[in-house]
């Protein structure tokens, strides 16, 4: 069964700071992995896309890797600023074909400190 | 704008009485889903639409039913809300093919707070 873990589950940074999410999944057999940016009370907005043939997709000050053969994912934020407070999910589509089912990790929570 | 939108945003509702959120997507996106939202459980899909009339449960579908009639709209259903219903939900949709491309980016509602009293 695919599970999806972030670490860490918060996270608190200076404005400026570079920083890096982590996540890691279970079985590497999968289709693609998204990322996304949740704002409290909000839904989810679509970061980054990263199909399972693909290493890395760039968006903005956004990078975002991909090693299915270690089944693990960063999401790089450059020149981190305060409005990139929220929380970032990430998810893994199975290979079996269930509507574009995504699996979720638990998300890490952001706050970028002016 | 491309979006999904979910109706209403917010609902407080008493147990046993019958309620439907709509979902509607612009993107002629061919996939729409439900999601429950839960702390410390994550997003988790109830059901799933791969077509007008395709319908078929997620991993969560107990107490839901919904329909597709039209490509665009996906009505989540609760015939008999109970408060272990109450949670947030969103509507997501996916899959595009364009000249032999096909784009399965995800894109997701605004979400939909339940309350079951």
């Known amino acids: 069964k695919q599970e999806v873990t972030q670490i860490p589950a918060a996270l608190s940074v200076p404005e400026g700071e570079n920083l890096v999410l982590n996540c890691s999944f279970t079985?590497?057999?999968?289709?693609?992995l998204q990322w996304f940016r949740q704002d409290p009370g909000k839904g989810l907005t679509s970061l980054l896309l990263?199909?399972?043939?693909?290493r890395e997709q760039t968006s903005g000050r956004l990078n975002a890797s991909l090693d299915k053969s270690s089944g693990r994912s960063t999401l790089y934020i450059a020149a981190s600023q305060p409005g990139d407070s929220a929380t970032y999910l990430c998810a893994v589509r199975p290979p079996y074909n269930q509507g574009g089912k995504l699996i979720f990790g638990q998300g890490t929570e952001l706050s970028v400190k002016p | 704008e491309a979006q999904v939108t979910q109706n209403p945003r917010y609902l407080i509702t008493v147990t046993g009485k019958k309620l439907t959120v709509t979902c509607s997507q612009n993107?002629?996106?061919?996939?729409m889903s439900w999601y429950r939202q839960d702390p410390g459980l994550g997003l988790r899909q109830i059901y799933y639409s791969m077509n007008v009339e395709v319908t078929d449960k997620g991993d969560v579908p107990e107490g839901y039913k919904v329909s597709r009639k039209e490509k665009r709209n996906f009505p989540l259903i609760l015939e008999s809300p109970s408060p272990n219903q109450t949670s947030l939900y969103f509507c997501?949709?996916?899959?595009?093919?364009?000249?032999?491309?096909?784009?399965?980016?995800?894109?997701f509602g605004p979400g939909t707070r339940l309350t079951v009293t």
């Open positions: 997501a949709s996916s899959l595009t093919r364009d000249r032999g491309l096909m784009s399965y980016e995800q894109y």
């Open positions: 990263i199909q399972s043939s693909q």
């Open positions: 079985d590497s057999a999968i289709y693609n």
């Open positions: 993107m002629n996106h061919e996939y």
